[in-house]
């Protein structure tokens, strides 16, 4: 069974939507184990719920970054791990860590990157003005969500959103993108080529835009 772990630091509503795929056969996974940085994370209640193994491991007692990492490795290495999935953790991880799991670390970013990068995407695009914006998961490189992008879903900025309600309908977006993309890997489909990500088998995507606003001349 292909096999992941989740990295959290908060609520875990991505985790939840994983957690809801698998169980409903839509993902052909297992959740080896969930790590969280904050052991008040209300995502290690949604694990503790399924039977979840998880891990605890506060940044703050730990030195350095590499110190916090080494203990991440250790509870890693008690399972196999084919995928580690950033689910809302909220520490970067260094180019040590990354090179022990080449290209099987993946994130999920708040906007269209490469556009609106760090913690307050969605903020930060609907302050600039922007008419779509939506998800990105890609891989994690050393650098800030400057990963190979492996699948985005965009929503149109509506003349009525504030920023919560913008937040919403990209969330409702992560958790559909998430599971697909856990699936994608499972199944084998998944390889980068010339720093482009392909996903093999899939369904070609003809005759599609959208404007916002509407055009109306036509």
């Not at 110190?67 to 040590?96: H, K, N």
């Not at 609106?116 to 800030?144: L, M, R, W």
């Not at 559909?176 to 699936?183: F, H, L, S, W």
Request: proline share 7%; with cysteine; charged share 20%.
């Amino acid at each position: 069974m292909f096999s992941i772990a989740v990295f959290i630091s908060g609520s875990g509503s991505n985790l939840q939507s994983i957690i809801d795929s698998i169980e409903a056969r839509r993902v052909s996974a297992q959740i080896a184990v969930v790590v969280s940085n904050e052991p008040d994370a209300y995502g290690l209640v949604r694990a503790a719920k399924h039977g979840i193994p998880t891990a605890v491991i506060n940044h703050h007692d730990y030195a350095t970054r590499q110190e916090f990492e080494g203990a991440v490795l250790s509870v890693l290495q008690e399972t196999p791990i084919d995928l580690i999935c950033l689910a809302g953790f909220m520490r970067l991880l260094t180019p040590d860590f990354l090179r022990r799991f080449p290209q099987r670390v993946i994130n999920i970013h708040p906007a269209l990157l490469p556009s609106f990068p760090g913690t307050h995407g969605q903020a930060d695009a609907f302050n600039y003005g922007v008419k779509f914006s939506g998800c990105t998961i890609h891989f994690v490189d050393e650098g800030v969500d400057t990963g190979p992008i492996i699948m985005q879903a965009v929503v149109p900025v509506l003349p009525d959103d504030d920023v919560e309600s913008l937040k919403a309908r990209i969330l409702a977006q992560e958790h559909k993108i998430y599971p697909q993309v856990i699936q994608f890997f499972a199944e084998g489909r998944v390889k980068i080529v010339d720093k482009k990500v392909i996903i093999s088998g899939g369904k070609p995507i003809e005759g599609f835009a959208y404007t916002s606003p509407p055009i109306e001349i036509f």
